[in-house]
T-cell receptor, first 115, second 113 residues
Framework: EAEVAQSPRYKITEKSQAVAFWCDPI?????LYWYRQILGQGPELLVQ????????DSQLPKDRFSAERLKGVDSTLKIQPAELGDSAMYLC?????????????FGQGTRLTVV | KNQVEQSPQSLIILEGKNCTLQ??????????LRWYKQDTGRGPVSLTI?????NTKSNGRYTATLDADTKQSSLHITASQLSDSASYIC????????????FGRGTSLIVHP
């Protein structure tokens, strides 16, 4: 069964270090989302891609976060430098497109701990 | 500002009992509403997707309702099982251009034997 792949599953990093997460969406899915989920809260959209273009990144802290999807397939989310408050689950999701009734499938997430 | 409010924040029930989770939203323009189940430490899994014209949709023991006039939705779980213990998240998709999702904070459900 096709699934959204994310790596690593867990990451521990020291503050001020750089960290990167990778996401491989389901084949053929044009829309890709990155979310941040703090423990006990719902996911917060960081960035939405349509193919290789950014559709929405209004909630992305651009001074330290960057995201790219160069060939419109897999994507990387980077944090530099990491801060203690960045500790969270980072979820990637993909869908065939942004239209209504198009189901979004989530990966297992990357649990980031900044020490 | 688009918002999704869920209640209760947490709920504890006994196995076999029914329960109902609530979702109120102010997202506009409305495209569709989704309920997700998220097990601890895992990514969310879709339960239902409802459009403006749908009032009720079922998925096994899960039944979602939507009242687009009052901007309210509910998720009813029948004959709860231990495996229903999870966080249930309501997501409302705006149709304004890029179909941006707005997530609720979720309801944490614990089913005790």
């Amino acid at each position: 069964e096709a699934e959204v792949a994310q790596s690593p599953r867990y990451k521990i990093t020291e503050k001020s270090q750089a960290v990167a997460f990778w996401c491989d969406p389901i084949s053929g899915h044009a829309t890709l989302y990155w979310y941040r989920q703090i423990l006990g809260q719902g996911p917060e959209l960081l960035v939405q891609f349509q193919d290789e273009s950014v559709v929405d990144d209004s909630q992305l802290p651009k001074d330290r976060f960057s995201a790219e999807r160069l060939k419109g397939v897999d994507s990387t989310l980077k944090i530099q430098p990491a801060e203690l408050g960045d500790s969270a689950m980072y979820l990637c999701a993909s869908s065939l497109g942004p239209r209504q009734n198009t189901e979004a499938f989530f990966g297992q997430g990357t649990r980031l701990t900044v020490v | 500002k688009n918002q999704v409010e869920q209640s209760p924040q947490s709920l504890i029930i006994l196995e076999g009992k029914n329960c109902t989770l609530q979702c109120n939203y102010t997202v506009s323009p409305f495209s569709n509403l989704r309920w997700y189940k998220q097990d601890t430490g895992r990514g969310p899994v879709s339960l239902t997707i409802m459009t403006f014209s749908e009032n009720t949709k079922s998925n096994g023991r899960y039944t979602a309702t939507l009242d687009a006039d009052t901007k309210q939705s509910s998720l009813h779980i029948t004959a709860s099982q231990l495996s229903d213990s999870a966080s249930y998240i309501c997501v409302v998709i705006s149709s304004g251009g890029s179909y941006i999702p707005t997530f609720g904070r979720g309801t944490s459900l614990i089913v005790h034997p």
